[in-house]
């Protein structure tokens, strides 16, 4: 008799992460001894700054070991919150932030304590891909709005309002946006603000992590300062991974109304209890010092996204929208081609090419391609990709 499956109907339901099998295929290859070019990386290719590991590592000398407040180092928390009221424009204080586990925490704790099943969350596609899982955990179904390539992966703000019924709670926003690399401008935030101010119970989550990471002559909108009146309903998400290249640290924080963040550091306090506590030194060191060591890496993502948008742009058959921020590039495949699923596993298998399927992200018709890798490698993964459509 089969024995019965151990797992949980949550667990069972958790859909397993569609670019596990290309990345466990890309590995085995490698050491197969395969020649394998990976353009798959979602993180920075940067040692974190000397000044941020040093600022924790004397905090583990000066005995920086111990449980803290469930919730953040109250200096931190201090710290972020005039960070996002000087820079942000969102007034804030320390009642207001909560330090997490990286972004993802933010964004898990917040569903956790706002959702109720039955609950509807607003995805605008493509996205990033743990918003819909984290919305089902939270017993919430997840609903996405997509947008096209062809349409510049412009948000559709009417299918978008018709979407809303009255169990919609929570809407999704995330600028400078993964994968696709689009930037929202104030425009189209007071658009969406226009939205929210129709549906009172209609909260937003606004994930800002690649904030500091934008071309040339783009500037970040956060939603809260667009729309004050709503900053009681929005909640940020943001953190240290990517602009600072911090993403082992795990260091991220959710901001907004102060009863919702209590809410998620109790819940926070009976799951996983403080974020690392000499970490957290290293990022009161990140946010007090100087940013030029984050513009300096946001200028060679921005070399390197010229020179792969630029080789994009010259192979035959993909159709890109040039990113505008983050480090990707999410290329759509020619018409004729299968999903992009089957692309990836041929451009693996034929070129040795490790790429992201968009269908991980909501979008079957388009692929991933990091520009956190060497200028080599991008002129490489080039190459290859160019190879495979050419055939
Ligand atoms: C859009 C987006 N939000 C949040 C995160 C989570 O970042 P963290 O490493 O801080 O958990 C990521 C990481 O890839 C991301 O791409």
């Given at each position: 008799m089969p024995r019965p499956s151990l797992l949980s109907h949550r667990a069972i339901a958790l859909e397993p992460s569609l670019t596990l099998a290309i990345t466990a295929r890309a590995k085995a290859l490698q050491q197969e001894g395969r020649d394998i070019c990976s353009m798959s990386a979602g993180e920075p290719d940067f040692n974190t700054p000397d000044f941020i590991v040093e600022a924790s590592i004397k905090a583990l000398q000066d005995g920086i070991t111990r449980y803290g407040p469930a919730a953040g180092d109250p200096e931190l928390r201090e710290a972020i919150a005039e960070k996002l009221s000087r820079d942000n424009q969102i007034a804030s204080q320390a009642s207001n932030v909560l330090v997490t586990n990286g972004g993802k925490q933010a964004i898990f704790n917040l569903f956790q304590v706002v959702l109720n099943p039955g609950d509807q969350v607003l995805i605008p596609g493509p996205f990033w891909l743990s918003y819909p899982e984290m919305a089902r955990l939270a017993g919430a179904e997840p609903v996405i709005v997509p947008s096209k390539a062809e349409d510049g992966f412009r948000l559709d703000l009417q299918a978008l309002e018709a979407a809303i019924t009255p169990n919609t709670r929570m809407l999704v926003i995330n600028t400078p946006g993964n994968p696709t690399g689009r930037v929202s401008d104030r425009a189209e935030l007071a658009a969406l603000a226009d939205i929210v101010r129709r549906h009172p119970q209609l909260l937003v989550m606004s994930d800002e992590i690649y904030e500091y990471l934008l071309e040339d002559g783009e500037t970040h909108h956060s939603f809260a300062a667009v729309a004050p009146d709503l900053a009681e309903r929005t909640f940020v998400v943001n953190g240290f991974a990517?602009?600072?290249?911090?993403?082992?640290?795990?260091?991220?924080?959710?901001?907004?109304?102060?009863?919702?963040?209590?809410?998620?550091?109790?819940?926070?306090?009976?799951?996983?209890?403080?974020?690392?506590?000499?970490?957290?030194?290293?990022?009161?060191?990140?946010?007090?010092?100087?940013?030029?060591?984050?513009?300096?890496?946001?200028?060679?993502?921005?070399?390197?996204?010229?020179?792969?948008?630029?080789?994009?742009?010259?192979?035959?058959?993909?159709?890109?929208?040039?990113?505008?921020?983050?480090?990707?590039?999410?290329?759509?495949?020619?018409?004729?081609?299968?999903?992009?699923?089957?692309?990836?596993?041929?451009?693996?298998?034929?070129?040795?090419?490790?790429?992201?399927?968009?269908?991980?992200?909501?979008?079957?018709?388009?692929?991933?391609?990091?520009?956190?890798?060497?200028?080599?490698?991008?002129?490489?993964?080039?190459?290859?990709?160019?190879?495979?459509?050419?055939?």
């Open positions: 990517k602009g600072w290249a911090m993403t082992g640290w795990r260091l991220g924080y959710l901001a907004g109304d102060a009863e919702v963040i209590k809410a998620a550091s109790a819940l926070q306090s009976q799951s996983t209890s403080n974020v690392c506590s000499f970490a957290q030194r290293g990022a009161l060191a990140a946010l007090r010092g100087s940013k030029d060591c984050v513009r300096s890496m946001a200028s060679s993502y921005n070399q390197r996204r010229q020179q792969l948008v630029a080789g994009l742009q010259a192979i035959d058959g993909l159709t890109l929208i040039p990113p505008k921020g983050a480090f990707y590039a999410f290329p759509k495949l020619p018409d004729s081609s299968e999903g992009s699923m089957a692309f990836c596993k041929t451009a693996l298998e034929q070129e040795g090419l490790a790429l992201v399927p968009g269908a991980a992200f909501g979008d079957d018709r388009c692929v991933r391609l990091s520009c956190a890798v060497s200028h080599e490698t991008i002129e490489d993964a080039l190459q290859r990709l160019g190879r495979l459509l050419a055939h």
